[in-house]
C-alpha cells in the first residue's frame, strides 16, 4: 500500500526543523532512517500531513568526547555507524556489540539510535543498554533544550515523555566507573529480541556492585534492583547464581503477555537465562 499524501520538507538547521514541527504541530512527525516511520506510513497505521526530514540538519551524527569524559551520541548515528564507531567500540564495547547486532544490515544501515527510542516499539534493543548506563537525552524544542535520564523517557509501548515539537539531538553516556564491565543479552526467534537483559558490574569490596535491567518483554525497561541486592558484594560465581536464581523470581511478578514474539512464560524463563549470560559475561 503506498502512504496517504504528505508534504516532505528537507531543513538544513535545526531552528528550521523546529520551526516546521513548532508550525505543523501534531500534523508533522521528524523523519530520520524511516525504518519504523515509512513502514508505518505505508500501512497508513499513521498518518502526518508534513514529514520533516533531519538529514540535512548539521551536528546530529557520529560521537563525540563530552567535557566529563563520558560520550555524547548524536541521535541520527545509525546502528551500523556505532557498531565501527572506534570511541563507542574503545569506551563501550557492549554497546558496539549490542549495534551491530540491531536487526538485519539492511535496517542497520539506514535506522538510527535516535528512531529506536523515539519510537519506542518495546522489542527493542537500545534502551535496555542505556539504561543500565546511567544515559542521559538531550532534546530541543520550541523552548530549548532539556536533558532526560534515559529511565525516565520510555513510558509505555510507543510511548516516550517527548513532547510535541521536540527532537532528540543526542544520547549522553557519562564517563564510565573505574573497573565497570558491562554486557548486554538478547535473544528472540524474530528479528526482534523476545526478551534483553543489560548487566553493568563495578568492583566493590571482594565483589562486584550490580546494575541489571530487563528490556522487550513489557512496555519499558524494568530495573531489577532486588536481583543487584542479592548479587552485591558476592565473588564472581555466588553473584552469578545468585542472579539467575533471583532473577528467575523477579522476572515473575514482571507484567510479561503473550505476543508473537512468544508466551509470558517463555519470556520469564529467557530473563533468568539471559541475567546469568551477561552477568557471565561480565566476569569474564
Ligand atoms: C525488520 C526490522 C527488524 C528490527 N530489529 C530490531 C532489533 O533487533 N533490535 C532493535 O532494537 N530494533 C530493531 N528494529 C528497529 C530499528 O532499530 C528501528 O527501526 C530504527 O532504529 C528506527 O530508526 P529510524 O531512523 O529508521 O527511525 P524513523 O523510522 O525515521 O523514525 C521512528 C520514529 O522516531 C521519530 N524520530 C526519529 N528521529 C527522531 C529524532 N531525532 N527526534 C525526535 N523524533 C525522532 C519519528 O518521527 C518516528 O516516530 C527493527 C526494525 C525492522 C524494520
Known amino acids: 500500500m503506498l502512504p496517504r499524501r504528505f508534504e516532505l520538507h528537507r531543513p538544513t538547521t535545526m ?6 514541527l513548532a508550525g505543523f504541530g501534531d500534523e508533522a512527525a521528524p523523519y530520520a532512517g524511516g ?33 566529563d569524559g563520558g560520550l555524547a551520541i548524536g541521535a541520527l548515528s545509525t546502528h551500523h555507524e556505532l557498531a565501527d564507531d572506534a570511541l563507542i567500540r574503545a569506551r563501550l564495547p557492549a554497546y558496539a556489540e549490542l549495534s551491530g547486532n540491531v536487526a538485519n544490515i539492511r535496517v542497520r544501515v539506514a535506522g538510527t539510535l535516535g528512531g529506536n527510542l523515539c519510537f519506542a516499539e518495546p522489542h527493542a534493543d537500545p534502551a535496555t543498554l542505556l539504561c543500565a548506563l546511567g544515559a542521559q537525552l538531550r532534546l530541543a524544542g520550541p523552548t530549548g533544550e532539556r536533558v532526560l535520564p534515559m529511565r525516565e523517557f520510555v513510558l509505555g509501548e510507543f510511548t516516550t515523555a517527548r513532547e510535541e515539537g521536540e527532537l532528540l539531538l543526542c544520547i549522553e553516556v557519562p564517563a564510565r566507573p573505574a573497573g565497570e564491565r558491562a554486557a548486554y543479552r538478547a535473544f528472540g526467534h524474530l528479528e526482534r529480541p523476545a526478551a534483553g537483559v543489560a548487566v553493568a558490574a563495578v568492583p566493590e569490596g571482594r565483589g562486584w556492585s550490580w546494575c541489571i ?27 552469578v547464581q545468585a542472579i539467575e536464581h533471583k532473577a528467575a523470581l523477579a522476572a515473575a511478578s514482571l507484567e510479561v503477555h503473550d505476543d508473537i514474539h512468544g508466551s509470558a512464560d517463555y519470556k520469564r524463563h529467557l530473563v533468568s537465562v539471559l541475567a546469568r549470560r551477561a552477568a557471565e559475561a561480565c566476569l569474564r
Do not use: F, Q
Not at 531552528?15 to 516546521?20: D, F, G, H, S, Y
Not at 513489557?218 to 553473584?239: D, F, K, Y
Open 35 to 67: 525504518t519504523e516511520l515509512l513502514v508505518a506510513l505505508k500501512a497508513r497505521v499513521l498518518h502526518y500531513g508534513h514529514i520533516v526530514d533531519l538529514k540535512r540538519v548539521p551536528g546530529l551524527r557520529g560521537v563525540r568526547e563530552m567535557a
Open 15 to 20: 531552528a528550521e526543523a523546529l520551526n516546521l
Open 213 to 239: 535491567w530487563v528490556g522487550a518483554v513489557s512496555g519499558r525497561p524494568v530495573r531489577l534492583e532486588e536481583v543487584e541486592a542479592a548479587a552485591r558484594g558476592l565473588s564472581g560465581g555466588e553473584a
